[in-house]
């Protein structure tokens, strides 16, 4: 589970007039000489060394096909019978080949490593059973969160790439990932860790001085799709993150959290749940409670994550949408608000594409709520901005427009969906909601508990929100994945 070496490269894609030093740059380099050592006793006579280190970038960026060969054929890179195992990658050395160099992208720079394979390379194990590609992954990401977002013009001189030599030591020394987290490394990097009665962990190598608190944070998600079908259902899902940040004066504090649903509510609890490696135990009530004992870390983590089913669409509608001549569209949208559903929104609006008939505008409009206009950022996106609350007596808003397009303008800047043609078309339904949850899953402050007992304050916050929420035009064909025969169940 070892590293040979690492590197970071900014490269300026597709210019092909920039000069090879313009146009890519080895912001950042690291090879393990230990770790080489063990690779040659472990390779033999199949052993690749490494080249140096403009030789690999350049063999590197072509393999990635980033500079000017990536517009010509090759076929050991482009050929038919050439396996893409993204984003592990193989490259031509004047050496030899190596495998398996590893590719990030991250921030607009390429971060990238050659992990060791145990029993060697040349064996070419499959990927799932190589440990370094794991390793040699969460390093990188370790590292780009460290480094977060450099300026365009940033060279190997940069303060916080010099930082980023002793971040590599401590996450991975001598070559072998031992914690990659930036939190854990920033605070053994920066602090002084006072004298502990107690052995601290690896993962938490310092106590936290301050005011104590916890934050929770839970964020709802469904995504959903209507077709106005009577043979294609609707389709729609829910899912969960439970966010923490805990702050606790204690060398290894215990919290104990219940996620509880109301027991009168008409909502599904969560069927399924993920929890952060620091969850120690999970104590299920009943079929509405789910209690959570952990040592959280110092930083901001995901305690969790859910998914759910609900009975009922939050917002059930319909979409009618039809060409006419000289390039004009009439269109109808219906939108039903659920009854049970919180009136009360932080924002609720309607994107309507138009896509491959050039920029749209609106010839007649009318609306029972909101306002209708031309997207700022995409002139074939009309946005239908509904408000924060619909109608309280009927709860339904609808749109009754004419527009007209304009196909002699073409928006070859702008990616087309080249099923979208016709009455093929959809919108996309975007709202969110504080303080509720379709689940009504939230943290119940009043049992949260902390071990041993000390002062803290508690906040939690809770919120809806539409991910992806379609409906299909009425008049329309619409994508729609069927499942499996049965016959096919393996």
């Known amino acids: 589970m070892s590293i040979r070496a690492v590197w970071i490269l900014a490269i300026r894609i597709g210019d092909d007039n920039a000069r090879e030093d313009e146009g890519t740059r080895t912001l950042f380099s690291k090879v393990y000489p230990t770790v080489e050592r063990r690779v040659k006793a472990t390779e033999h006579d199949s052993y690749v060394q490494l080249a140096d280190n403009a030789s690999f970038v350049n063999s590197l960026v072509n393999k990635l096909g980033l500079q000017t060969t990536g517009k010509q054929f090759i076929e050991t890179r482009d050929g038919c019978k050439h396996i893409d195992q993204k984003p592990v990658f193989e490259v031509d050395t004047v050496y030899g080949k190596v495998w398996p160099v590893l590719v990030i992208q991250q921030y607009g720079l390429l971060y990238c490593c050659l992990p060791m394979v145990e029993g060697g390379s040349h064996l070419r194990p499959p990927l799932i059973k190589i440990s370094g590609l794991s390793a040699g992954f969460s390093l990188l990401l370790g590292m780009a969160d460290f480094l977060g977002e450099l300026p365009s013009t940033v060279d190997e001189m940069h303060p916080k790439l010099a930082e980023l030599y002793y971040f590599v030591s401590q996450a991975a020394p001598f070559g072998t990932p031992k914690d990659t987290n930036p939190a854990t490394v920033r605070d053994i990097m920066t602090k002084q860790s006072p004298a502990l009665t107690h052995k601290q962990p690896a993962w938490k190598p310092n106590i936290y001085k301050g005011k104590s608190s916890l934050y929770f944070a839970v964020k709802e998600q469904i995504r959903a799709v209507q077709y106005d079908d009577l043979k294609v259902p609707n389709v729609w899902d829910v899912y969960g993150t439970v966010v ?243 016959f096919l169940d393996l």
């Open 244 to 486: 923490c940040h805990a702050e606790l004066e204690h060398t290894l504090p215990e919290v104990s959290v219940n996620l509880y649903s109301p027991t009168h509510s008409k909502a599904t609890p969560p069927e399924t749940l993920v929890t952060h490696p620091c969850v120690q135990a999970i104590e299920s009530a009943s079929s509405v409670k789910c209690k959570l004992k952990f040592t959280p870390p110092n930083e901001m983590f995901v305690l969790c994550q859910y998914s759910a089913r609900v009975m009922h669409l939050p917002i059930k509608g319909f979409y009618q949408m039809k060409e006419k001549e000289n390039n004009t569209i009439d269109l109808l949208v219906q939108l039903k608000l659920n009854e049970n559903l919180k009136n009360s929104f932080s924002h609720c609006f309607v994107n309507l594409p138009f896509f491959n008939r050039g920029p749209v505008s609106v010839s007649e409009c009318l609306t029972s709520q909101g306002n209708l206009s031309v997207s700022t950022a995409d002139p074939r996106v009309l946005v239908w901005n509904i408000g924060q609350k619909f109608p309280s007596k009927t709860l339904e808003v609808i749109l009754k427009a004419t527009l007209r397009c304009d196909p002699s303008k073409k928006l070859s800047s702008l990616q087309q969906d080249e099923f979208c043609i016709g009455n093929n078309c959809y919108i996309q339904v975007y709202f969110k909601i504080a303080d509720y949850s379709l689940t009504n899953c939230n943290i119940d402050s009043k049992t949260v508990q902390v071990t041993p007992s000390i002062k803290y304050k508690i906040n939690s916050v809770t919120e809806l929100q539409a991910s992806d929420y379609k409906i299909w035009n009425s008049h329309g064909d619409a994508v729609v994945g069927f499942p499996a025969p049965k």
